[in-house]
């Protein structure tokens, strides 16, 4: 199994300011057409999760182009450039290389 | 809208047996990959399931394999996870997720239904 582990496990950030998050995975996750098969999640309080980058760098539809991310193989990172109240929440990496599939523990972002 | 319903959740007895439905609708269910992720209280997402359009390629988190049977009805537009032998850990909020391309991906995500195994 791919363990995946992200810190910090909290995060407070003035609004306005940047925020990073890191994921490491146990294996790369680089697949041998060229892709990470790794994904940034968001679950806002009380609601389901989002799926916020797709294959370690593509955002999805309607995400705002604030967040971004970058890595590839076992190392990865998700970045807001300014972060907004909108932003709380807890954020989740996962693999999709190999099942079964893992996510991270979380991170919980909140705005001081 | 393109949009997922879980049902099913209930409160049941250590060692009996649910099912949730997923249904879908505002899309081609059939051309899609579907995974169940659930969340315990208070907890992280962990993934459970994943089955293919066709139905012939299916995984499990380890935890729940020879307990836990993923299928899918095409023509229903319906995902189903049928769980037996619960155990009191199996307690979580479940979703199912669309998948878009490989096994993650997970586009659209349902409200979720809970089940709560309690002896």
């Known amino acids: 199994e791919i363990v995946m582990t992200q810190s910090p496990p909290s995060l407070p950030v003035t609004p306005g300011e940047p925020a990073s998050i890191s994921c490491r995975s146990s294996?790369?996750?680089?697949?041998?057409?060229?892709?990470?098969?790794f994904d940034w999640y968001l679950q806002k309080p009380g609601q389901s999760p989002q799926l916020l980058i797709y294959?370690?760098?593509n955002r999805a539809s309607g995400v705002p182009d604030r967040f971004s991310g970058s890595g590839s193989g076992t190392d990865f990172t998700l970045k807001i450039n300014r972060v907004e109240a909108e932003d709380v929440g807890v954020y989740y990496c996962?693999?999709?290389?190999?099942?079964?599939?893992?996510f991270g523990q979380g991170t919980k972002l909140e705005i001081k | 809208e393109v949009q997922l319903v879980e049902s099913g959740g209930n409160l049941v007895q250590t060692g009996g047996s649910l099912r949730l439905s997923c249904t879908a609708s505002?899309?081609?269910?059939?051309?899609?990959?579907m995974n169940w992720v659930r969340q315990a209280p208070g907890k992280g997402l962990e993934w459970v399931s994943y089955?293919?359009?066709?139905?012939?390629?299916?995984y499990y988190t380890d935890s729940v394999k020879g307990r836990f049977t993923i299928s899918r009805d095409n023509a229903k537009n319906s995902l189903y996870l049928q769980m037996n032998s619960l155990r009191a850990e199996d307690t979580a909020v479940y979703y199912c997720?669309?998948?878009?391309?490989?096994?993650?991906?997970?586009?659209?995500w349902g409200k979720g239904t809970t089940v709560t195994v309690s002896s």
């Open positions: 996962m693999q999709a290389l190999q099942a079964p599939y893992t």
């Open positions: 294996q790369s996750l680089l697949h041998n057409n060229g892709f990470n098969y």
């Open positions: 294959l370690g760098s």
């Open positions: 089955i293919n359009s066709g139905g012939n390629t299916i």
């Open positions: 505002g899309f081609t269910f059939r051309t899609y990959e």
């Open positions: 997720a669309r998948v878009k391309d490989y096994g993650g991906r997970m586009d659209v």
